[in-house]
Each structure stands twice: as C-alpha cells, then as structure tokens.
Nanobody
Framework: QVQLVESGGASVRPGGSLRLSCAAS????????MGWFRQAPGKEREGVAT???????YYADSVKGRFTISRDVAKNTLYLQMGSLKPEDTAMYYC?????????????????????WGQGTQVTVSS
C-alpha cells in the first residue's frame, strides 16, 4: 500500500520559515516525479513545486526565490523549504508522487487524481 505522509505544517508569522517533509512508502521504486501542491479554502488546488528525476525542479511563479524543493532518494523523502512566508501562502499542502516518467513542469500544471497523494499538512501564515 502506497503512503505519502506529510509533516511540518504549522502557524507562522509573515516573513517566517518552515520545512515540510513527505515520507513515501510502499512503492517498488522511487517515484520519478514528486511534488508539492496546495489548496486554500475556496480556491482550486495549485502546483507549488515539483521535481523529476534527481535534480530537475519547477516552481510556481508565486514561490520562486522563496521556496526550495528537494528530495532524499535514500530516505524516499521529499522536502519543501519555505521562506519569506506570506499570508497568501496559507493553505493545506499536499505531497504527490508519479512513479512513471514525467516532466516536472508538466507534473506541476497537470497533476492527476491517478497520482499518489498524501493527506496534507496545514500551513497558516498570520500576524
């Protein structure tokens, strides 16, 4: 059974930092693409950052320069280092994985319900 378990969400003040983690298990091999997506109340889900292979990354324009995605293949864990947080970053953050070959940009813009998804971790940015 494939499981993606996110952690690290919290309430922080604007300008603060957080690191989210996503531990993957139950997969026969490391998924080719992994990524972070978020959904704020009343809004559609949007891609935040994705990685394909070991180092090919892609970011939403709204987080470029502030967020960094990385993965530890040995631990099968995905990370999202978030900095200079803004109130508009408030959302439930979800980890997703696609085992088959994929492009990071395509995965960011066209995730699928057929991909593997975690349950989410809440990030709240407020003064």
């Amino acid at each position: 059974q494939v499981q993606l378990v996110e952690s690290g969400g919290a309430s922080v003040r604007p300008g603060g930092s957080l690191r989210l983690s996503c531990a993957a298990s139950g997969l026969a091999t490391n998924p080719y693409c992994m990524g972070w997506f978020r959904q704020a109340p009343g809004k559609e889900r949007e891609g935040v950052a994705t990685v394909s292979g070991l180092t090919s990354t892609y970011y939403a324009d709204s987080v470029k320069g502030r967020f960094t995605i990385s993965r530890d293949v040995a631990k099968n864990t995905l990370y999202l280092q978030m900095g200079s947080l803004k109130p508009e970053d408030t959302a439930m953050y979800y980890c997703a994985a696609r085992p088959s070959y994929c492009n990071a940009a395509d995965f960011l813009s066209r995730p699928s319900d057929n991909d593997y998804w975690g349950q989410g971790t809440q990030v709240t940015v407020s003064s």
